[in-house]
């Protein structure tokens, strides 16, 4: 080698090439190959040309001539009779990729005036080979074009064939019509590229597939447009296959045309579209989407694929293609490339095809929806597919690596004699070649190469797997066996269902909390049943998969909202970038949906509105808990829009009682007519601190201005009843559930007392009954629906009731009042805590809170003002009523036990005051609030208990301090409490009004 070497730097006068070209071949792919041919790449350059490049780019003369024979050595005897094309090499621009006008600019130059046969046949096949050369030292080149990059490599290769057989198409058309007694028939006419070709991911010595198209058009001349076209076609086919001492174009396979090899040659675009509506298997329609104009006229090529998009992608999933794309692999495998003995690198176990039916079959299943995934390459169509939630991002990384890596060693092993081979060589010094082209250069570096194969092989077999083999996720498809046995009994249901139950089972496995996912899988397959759209729908959206088992992993609230109401699963997930919607927002959900179960024709009124109250109210309940569970909001903000959310269902619920009122009268009562009627928001409701799974506290009040005593009689009949609807609206369940729960409770005389008071009943109570309690609760009441003017007077009474004279007994009685809740209501033990009642609890904070707004509130009218408990904090702070140390201990201990509320309630679906040390799932509990303790058994547990302990403790202390109470002040409960908010309301004495405001006895 060193002789011949230095033979060859004498001859060419080349000063250095010995040494250079001998380390050049060391590098390459087969170092003897290039040994023996890179000389022979070099000699014929001989000349004052490669003396000048030489001098300039002597390693870039070196590296061409020892990756070309080394990698590519037919190109040896090419350049031979080329002698000027390893100099254009040397001078080219190797680390950019050419575009497309580029190949067709620098062709269109070559070509020139050549009208000869022989003469274009001889350019078109220089340009091929010199641009091949081009692009093998750039394929080999790593350096130049790395894995990544592949698509850059195919890109070329395709482009490049483009432009030949544009100008071939050219040539060919201009001969036939030089033989045409007239003028040439007006019709247009497109070479159609397809399968790699049409995706722009040729390989290195492929066929190029073609279907050819013309214009449906009548001719008044000797030729038809199909006649015309045909003799162009054919005239094309010599030019393009036909061999010469030039070489050849490409080999031509028309066999995916409509009908194959038994169909005409050219097709019109009329029978086109024709053939795929009605005739056209599943494999035709998976390669007609790589599909793509190559030559003649574009613009009518891709209307013509254009209108095959609705044969093609279904308006519906097409659950038939996982099928039929399984039938193919299967009928490959039993034809061909699956010789043990040597991997196939197209049609292998783990090969190109098995990526490209992944990326096909999901096209063909989600496209008709997903326009986005309609892409013809197959790595574009892997990246379309994870951006539309298609395919996991771990997915995609492995199936586009893989398939990068696999069709660099499909280029290797064809450029080695331009011959269409896929199998991978099995000798060691094969083996060696391929493993060294991609990089593995040390001495056990086919080693290294074949384990990095086997290991795409297999991500390629296991993600395949996952979609196409009949295997995995057992369990589930039991659960489907048991609650839809009619689907599973469906040929084509059942692969839906075994995807379905696959998809599931791994999602559950690798859950935050399998158990439960599992236990609430079962409950929403339950649920569905047998109704296939659902089922359509997660397949159609797959990002829905993994969104739905952590949501069934995470909250056993949200996930019976789910399970029992199936068809929230759409909605939920249409943007999962909106966060919360406002108030507007939600008032036009609430009317889309009301319009769609409109359109649907499956009910009428008040069922209608009853269905859409529920739906909007679910939707909305479920979109808040999961954006609060994923910590995207804060719980200040949940609450603020789960009150939103109760505002809108009590204001569209009032609007369907008077429907409802007016319905079966047939017409507007006189009450209705001229009365008023108002909802105050008493509680969390009123302070817009509503939590999940809360209740909704209310008052109703009327007014009849200038009515007598029977019409304000029957006023407060007429009012009852429209408050009764009122609940009945919200409260009343049907198929999609139920709103709230209402309480009306805090009314006076609670439950005694009428429904509905008068407004000067209201006022007169207040002045002459209302015990301190209830003026307590009057600090938490606003109007949320009903008449503005009403509301105005309601507003005008209350501050004015809040900021009378205290009795001089408020802050005994309010601290009686929450001693005998504690007592009653909280019983708690070592081992069970109420947050909401206990010791040191919520209505600690509550209660000292409130008491300072009364106590303080004709100082500081501003207190009285409706707002959340964490806001009167800061603001009694402001005033410095409360000390920083009070404050903070207050508001740091609201916000953790309002965040413990939260989170029990929306992860366990517990109730919102209980908190049982004993209890296993509050682990979980702890986990969420971010307390971990890896070192000891249940120590999140223990880490929470014990800060709850400290919390609660420190708000005692400063309940006591405020408040001024002594450990031995512990009062006695008296006759008339309060209507304790709870199932067991303490008994009070009972007490009615006449609807003119006279309070009576009975």
């Given at each position: 080698?060193?002789?011949?070497?230095?033979?060859?730097?004498?001859?060419?006068?080349?000063?250095g090439?010995?040494?250079?070209?001998?380390?050049?071949?060391?590098?390459?792919?087969d170092?003897?190959?290039?040994?023996?041919?890179?000389?022979?790449?070099l000699?014929?350059?001989?000349g004052?040309?490669?003396?000048r490049?030489?001098?300039?780019?002597?390693?870039?003369?070196?590296?061409?001539?020892a990756?070309?024979?080394?990698?590519?050595?037919?190109?040896?005897?090419?350049?031979?009779?080329?002698?000027?094309?390893?100099?254009?090499?040397?001078?080219?621009?190797?680390?950019?990729?050419?575009?497309p006008?580029?190949?067709?600019?620098?062709l269109?130059?070559?070509?020139?005036?050549t009208?000869?046969?022989?003469?274009?046949?001889?350019v078109?096949?220089?340009?091929?080979?010199?641009?091949?050369?081009?692009?093998?030292?750039r394929?080999?080149?790593l350096?130049?074009?790395?894995?990544?990059?592949t698509?850059?490599?195919?890109a070329?290769?395709?482009?490049?064939?483009d432009?030949?057989?544009d100008r071939?198409?050219?040539?060919?058309?201009?001969?036939?019509?030089?033989?045409?007694?007239?003028?040439?028939?007006?019709?247009?006419?497109?070479?159609?590229?397809?399968?790699k070709l049409?995706s722009?991911?040729l390989n290195?010595?492929?066929?190029?597939?073609?279907?050819?198209?013309?214009?449906?058009?009548?001719?008044?001349?000797a030729?038809?447009?199909?006649?015309y076209?045909?003799?162009?076609?054919?005239?094309f086919?010599?030019?393009?296959?036909?061999k010469?001492?030039?070489?050849?174009?490409?080999?031509?396979?028309?066999d995916?045309?409509?009908?194959?090899?038994?169909?005409?040659?050219?097709?019109?675009?009329a029978?086109?579209?024709?053939?795929?509506?009605?005739?056209?298997?599943?494999?035709?329609k998976?390669?007609?989407?790589?599909?793509?104009?190559?030559?003649?006229?574009?613009?009518?090529?891709?209307?013509?694929?254009r209108?095959?998009?609705?044969?093609?992608?279904?308006?519906?999933?097409?659950?038939?293609?996982?099928?039929?794309?399984?039938?193919?692999?299967?009928k490959?495998?039993?034809?061909?490339?699956?010789?043990?003995s040597?991997?196939?690198?197209?049609?292998?176990?783990?090969?190109?095809?098995?990526?490209?039916?992944?990326?096909?079959?999901?096209?063909?299943?989600?496209?008709?929806?997903?326009?986005?995934v309609?892409?013809?390459?197959?790595?574009?169509?892997?990246?379309a597919?994870?951006?539309?939630?298609?395919l996991?991002?771990?997915?995609?990384?492995?199936?586009?690596?893989a398939?990068?890596?696999?069709?660099?060693?499909?280029?290797?092993?064809?450029?080695?004699?331009?011959?269409?081979?896929?199998?991978?060589p099995?000798?060691?010094?094969?083996l060696?070649?391929?493993?060294?082209?991609?990089?593995?250069?040390?001495?056990?570096?086919?080693?290294?190469?074949?384990?990095a194969?086997?290991?795409?092989?297999?991500?390629?077999q296991?993600?395949?797997g996952?979609?196409?083999?009949r295997?995995?996720?057992?369990?589930?498809?039991?659960?489907?066996?048991?609650?839809?046995?009619?689907?599973v009994?469906?040929?084509?249901a059942r692969?839906?269902?075994?995807?379905?139950?696959?998809?599931?089972s791994e999602?559950v496995?690798?859950?935050?909390?399998?158990?439960?996912?599992?236990?609430?899988?079962?409950?929403?397959?339950?649920?569905?049943?047998?109704?296939?759209?659902?089922?359509e729908?997660?397949?159609?959206?797959p990002?829905?998969?993994?969104?739905?088992?952590g949501l069934?992993?995470?909250?056993?609230?949200?996930?019976?909202?789910?399970?029992?109401?199936?068809r929230?699963?759409?909605p939920?997930?249409?943007?999962?970038?909106?966060?919360?919607?406002s108030?507007a927002e939600?008032?036009?959900?609430?009317e889309?949906?009301?319009?769609?179960?409109?359109?649907?024709?499956?009910?009428?009124?008040?069922?209608?509105?009853?269905?859409?109250?529920?739906l909007?109210?679910?939707?909305?309940?479920?979109?808040?808990?999961?954006?609060?569970?994923?910590?995207r909001?804060?719980?200040?903000?949940?609450?603020?829009?789960?009150?939103?959310?109760g505002?809108?269902?009590?204001?569209?619920?009032?609007?369907?009682?008077?429907?409802?009122?007016?319905?079966r009268?047939?017409?507007?009562?006189?009450?209705?007519?001229?009365?008023?009627?108002?909802?105050?928001?008493?509680?969390?409701?009123a302070?817009?601190?509503?939590?999940?799974g809360?209740?909704?506290?209310?008052?109703?009040?009327?007014?009849?201005?200038?009515?007598?005593e029977?019409?304000?009689?029957s006023?407060?009949?007429?009012?009852?009843g429209?408050?009764?609807?009122?609940?009945?609206?919200?409260?009343?369940r049907?198929?999609?559930g139920?709103?709230?729960e209402?309480?009306?409770?805090?009314?006076?005389s609670?439950n005694?007392?009428?429904?509905?008071?008068?407004?000067?009943?209201?006022?007169?109570?207040?002045?002459?009954?209302?015990?301190?309690?209830?003026?307590?609760?009057?600090?938490?009441?606003?109007?949320?629906a009903?008449?503005?003017?009403l509301?105005?007077?309601?507003?005008e009474?209350?501050?004015?009731?809040?900021?009378?004279?205290?009795?001089?007994?408020?802050?005994?009685?309010?601290?009686?009042?929450?001693?005998?809740?504690?007592?009653?209501?909280?019983?708690?033990s070592?081992?069970?805590?109420d947050?909401?009642?206990?010791?040191?609890?919520?209505?600690d904070?509550?209660?000292?809170?409130?008491?300072?707004?009364?106590?303080?509130a004709?100082?500081?009218?501003?207190?009285?003002?409706?707002?959340?408990?964490a806001?009167?904090?800061?603001?009694?702070?402001e005033?410095?009523?409360l000390?920083?140390?009070?404050?903070?201990?207050?508001?740091?201990?609201?916000?953790?036990?309002q965040?413990?509320?939260s989170?029990?309630?929306?992860?366990?679906?517990?109730?919102?005051?209980?908190?049982?040390?004993?209890?296993?799932d509050?682990?979980?509990?702890?986990?969420?609030?971010?307390?971990?303790?890896p070192?000891?058994?249940?120590?999140?547990?223990?880490?929470?208990?014990?800060?709850?302990?400290?919390?609660?403790?420190?708000?005692?202390a400063?309940?006591?301090q405020?408040?001024?109470?002594?450990?031995?002040?512990?009062?006695?409960a008296?006759?008339?409490e309060?209507?304790v908010?709870?199932?067991?309301?303490?008994?009070?004495?009972?007490?009615?009004?006449?609807?003119?405001?006279?309070?009576?006895?009975?």
């Amino acid at each position: 080698m060193a002789k011949r070497f230095t033979d060859l730097e004498k001859a060419l006068r080349l000063r250095g090439l010995a040494t250079r070209l001998e380390t050049a071949c060391d590098d390459a792919p087969d170092p003897a190959a290039a040994a023996a041919h890179a000389p022979d790449i070099l000699r014929p350059a001989a000349g004052r040309s490669l003396g000048r490049v030489w001098k300039r780019s002597p390693e870039v003369l070196c590296r061409i001539a020892a990756l070309l024979g080394g990698g590519a050595p037919f190109f040896a005897s090419i350049f031979a009779n080329h002698p000027d094309w390893l100099i254009r090499l040397a001078e080219d621009d190797l680390e950019s990729e050419r575009q497309p006008e580029e190949f067709l600019a620098r062709l269109t130059e070559a070509l020139g005036d050549t009208a000869d046969r022989a003469d274009t046949a001889r350019v078109l096949r220089e340009f091929k080979y010199y641009e091949l050369a081009r692009i093998t030292v750039r394929d080999l080149g790593l350096d130049l074009v790395p894995l990544e990059r592949t698509a850059e490599i195919l890109a070329e290769l395709s482009h490049l064939a483009d432009a030949l057989l544009d100008r071939a198409l050219d040539r060919c058309r201009e001969w036939v019509d030089a033989k045409l007694d007239g003028d040439p028939p007006e019709v247009r006419f497109a070479v159609i590229g397809m399968g790699k070709l049409g995706s722009e991911e040729l390989n290195y010595s492929s066929d190029v597939d073609l279907i050819y198209v013309c214009e449906d058009r009548e001719s008044g001349g000797a030729l038809d447009g199909t006649q015309y076209t045909t003799r162009i076609a054919e005239e094309f086919g010599k030019l393009v296959r036909g061999k010469t001492g030039d070489g050849f174009l490409y080999r031509v396979d028309l066999d995916l045309r409509p009908e194959g090899a038994s169909g005409p040659l050219v097709v019109s675009a009329a029978s086109f579209a024709e053939y795929y509506e009605c005739w056209a298997e599943t494999w035709e329609k998976a390669a007609v989407m790589k599909a793509r104009p190559v030559a003649g006229d574009a613009a009518f090529g891709w209307r013509v694929i254009r209108s095959l998009d609705p044969m093609v992608f279904r308006s519906s999933m097409d659950l038939g293609a996982i099928e039929a794309i399984r039938a193919m692999k299967d009928k490959i495998e039993q034809a061909k490339g699956r010789d043990a003995s040597a991997f196939n690198v197209k049609l292998g176990k783990g090969g190109i095809r098995d990526i490209e039916f992944v990326a096909q079959a999901l096209q063909l299943m989600h496209g008709g929806r997903r326009p986005q995934v309609r892409q013809r390459s197959t790595q574009a169509s892997l990246e379309a597919l994870s951006a539309a939630g298609v395919l996991d991002t771990d997915a995609r990384d492995d199936l586009l690596a893989a398939y990068r890596f696999l069709r660099r060693i499909e280029n290797r092993i064809q450029m080695e004699d331009e011959r269409q081979l896929y199998k991978l060589p099995t000798d060691a010094d094969g083996l060696t070649r391929i493993a060294r082209s991609l990089g593995y250069l040390e001495t056990d570096g086919a080693e290294h190469f074949s384990a990095a194969l086997q290991h795409h092989r297999e991500r390629v077999q296991a993600i395949f797997g996952q979609l196409f083999d009949r295997a995995g996720g057992g369990e589930v498809l039991d659960l489907f066996q048991r609650n839809a046995p009619a689907l599973v009994a469906n040929p084509t249901a059942r692969s839906l269902i075994e995807s379905l139950a696959r998809q599931f089972s791994e999602r559950v496995d690798h859950s935050a909390n399998p158990e439960r996912a599992m236990n609430n899988l079962a409950e929403f397959i339950r649920g569905v049943g047998q109704r296939r759209f659902f089922y359509e729908l997660l397949l159609d959206r797959p990002e829905l998969v993994p969104r739905l088992i952590g949501l069934f992993a995470a909250s056993e609230y949200l996930s019976t909202y789910v399970a029992t109401h199936p068809r929230l699963i759409e909605p939920l997930f249409d943007d999962p970038n909106v966060l919360l919607h406002s108030r507007a927002e939600l008032d036009r959900i609430y009317e889309k949906i009301r319009k769609t179960l409109d359109a649907e024709g499956l009910r009428v009124e008040p069922e209608l509105s009853l269905d859409a109250l529920r739906l909007f109210h679910n939707r909305e309940l479920v979109n808040v808990g999961l954006l609060d569970m994923d910590d995207r909001i804060e719980r200040v903000e949940a609450e603020r829009s789960l009150t939103e959310i109760g505002e809108v269902c009590i204001e569209r619920g009032l609007d369907l009682a008077e429907q409802e009122v007016r319905r079966r009268g047939k017409k507007r009562p006189p009450w209705l007519r001229n009365g008023e009627f108002l909802v105050v928001a008493m509680g969390k409701l009123a302070s817009r601190e509503i939590t999940y799974g809360s209740d909704l506290d209310v008052i109703f009040l009327y007014d009849l201005p200038g009515g007598d005593e029977e019409a304000q009689l029957s006023a407060q009949s007429g009012f009852v009843g429209l408050a009764q609807k009122l609940i009945w609206t919200l409260q009343t369940r049907t198929n999609e559930g139920v709103c709230y729960e209402i309480d009306a409770r805090l009314r006076p005389s609670g439950n005694q007392g009428l429904l509905v008071s008068h407004i000067e009943t209201f006022a007169d109570y207040h002045s002459t009954s209302a015990a301190p309690w209830e003026r307590q609760a009057l600090l938490r009441s606003r109007p949320v629906a009903g008449s503005k003017r009403l509301a105005a007077t309601f507003e005008e009474l209350r501050r004015e009731i809040l900021l009378r004279d205290n009795p001089s007994d408020l802050r005994q009685e309010v601290h009686r009042i929450r001693i005998r809740m504690e007592t009653e209501l909280a019983r708690e033990s070592t081992a069970r805590r109420d947050f909401k009642t206990g010791r040191g609890g919520l209505l600690d904070i509550e209660t000292a809170v409130q008491y300072l707004q009364l106590a303080h509130a004709r100082a500081h009218p501003a207190l009285i003002d409706v707002s959340t408990v964490a806001e009167k904090i800061v603001q009694l702070a402001e005033l410095q009523i409360l000390d920083p140390h009070q404050a903070r201990t207050f508001a740091d201990g609201w916000e953790f036990l309002q965040r413990l509320s939260s989170r029990l309630r929306i992860l366990e679906n517990r109730s919102i005051s209980d908190l049982d040390a004993e209890r296993g799932d509050l682990d979980d509990v702890a986990r969420r609030l971010g307390y971990e303790s890896p070192g000891r058994s249940c120590g999140g547990r223990r880490s929470l208990l014990d800060e709850y302990q400290r919390r609660t403790a420190e708000i005692r202390a400063v309940y006591e301090q405020v408040l001024g109470i002594t450990g031995a002040e512990t009062p006695a409960a008296k006759d008339e409490e309060p209507a304790v908010k709870t199932t067991g309301r303490s008994r009070r004495k009972i007490r009615t009004r006449t609807a003119a405001g006279h309070r009576k006895r009975r």
